[in-house]
C-alpha cells in the first residue's frame, strides 16, 4: 500500500528496510518513551518481518508503514494505525535527524485520513507518556482533543506508566 502526502511516500515495509529502521530503533534517545527498544539488529529484523507478515492480513486491520521522502526515498521514521471494529490507535517514530520539521505531523494526518476515509473509522487515539512532549504536539497538531491522563496502566521496562491519550472523531475531521 502506497499513500503520498506533499513531502511523503507512506509504504509497506519490504525486508530491505532494516538498516534504515534499525538506525533509529537503536538509538536510546528515539526509544526513550517507548514500550520497546533500544532495539538489537535481532529485535528490528524480527519487527520487519513481523511487519510484512500484518501485510498478509485479511481483512487488513494493521497498517505499520514506513515514512519515506518523495525527494530522495529516504526512510526517515515509521507511521502506523491498527483498527479494533470502528476505532483506530495511531502510532509514529522517527529518526533523530529529522525532527522538528512537521514530518510526524504530515504523516499522521495522512494515517487520519486513511482511517476515516478508507477504512471508515469513527474514532482515531493515540497515547504517549507524559512526558514526550513532541509527541502530544503530534496529536494536538493534527487535530486531536486530550481525553484523559492514564494512571499507570502498563508496566514495561521495569516500572508502571502513566499516558495521555487523545482523540479525534469521525465528524472533527476535515
Ligand atoms: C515525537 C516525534 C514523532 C515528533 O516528530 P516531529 O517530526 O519532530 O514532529 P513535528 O515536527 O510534526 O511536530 C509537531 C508539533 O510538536 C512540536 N514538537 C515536536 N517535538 C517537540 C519537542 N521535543 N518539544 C516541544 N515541542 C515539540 C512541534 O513544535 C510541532 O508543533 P508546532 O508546529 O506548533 O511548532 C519524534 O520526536 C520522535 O520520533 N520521537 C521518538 C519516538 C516517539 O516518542 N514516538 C511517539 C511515541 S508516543
Redesign the pocket.
Known amino acids: 500500500m502506497k499513500l503520498l502526502t506533499e513531502r511523503l511516500l507512506i509504504r509497506d515495509f519490504e525486508v530491505n528496510d532494516c538498516d534504515s529502521v534499525h538506525a533509529?530503533a537503536s538509538d536510546p534517545?528515539?526509544?526513550?518513551?517507548?514500550i520497546w527498544g533500544p532495539n538489537t539488529l535481532a529485535e528490528t529484523k524480527e519487527y520487519i518481518e513481523r511487519m510484512i507478515g500484518m501485510q498478509r492480513q485479511s481483512p487488513r486491520v494493521g497498517f505499520e508503514l514506513a515514512v519515506t521522502l518523495r525527494a530522495n526515498g529516504k526512510l526517515i521514521?515509521g507511521v502506523g494505525i491498527h483498527a479494533s471494529g470502528l476505532q483506530g490507535e495511531v502510532?509514529?517514530?522517527?529518526?533523530?535527524e529529522?525532527?522538528?520539521?512537521?514530518?510526524?505531523?504530515?504523516a499522521?494526518a495522512a494515517m487520519l485520513r486513511f482511517g476515516f476515509l478508507e477504512l471508515g473509522l469513527h474514532r482515531i487515539y493515540?497515547?504517549?507518556?507524559p512526558e514526550?512532549?513532541?509527541?502530544?504536539?503530534?496529536m494536538?497538531?493534527i487535530g486531536m482533543t486530550y481525553e484523559g491522563h492514564l494512571r499507570e496502566h502498563m508496566f514495561h521496562k521495569g516500572k508502571w506508566h502513566d499516558s495521555l491519550q487523545y482523540s479525534i472523531l469521525e465528524h472533527e475531521f476535515d
Open positions: 533509529y534517545l528515539v526509544t526513550e518513551h517507548m521514521g502510532g509514529y517514530c522517527f529518526h533523530p529529522y525532527w522538528g520539521q512537521g514530518y510526524a505531523s504530515e499522521a493515540a497515547t504517549c507518556r514526550n512532549i513532541g509527541s502530544a504536539g503530534v494536538k497538531k
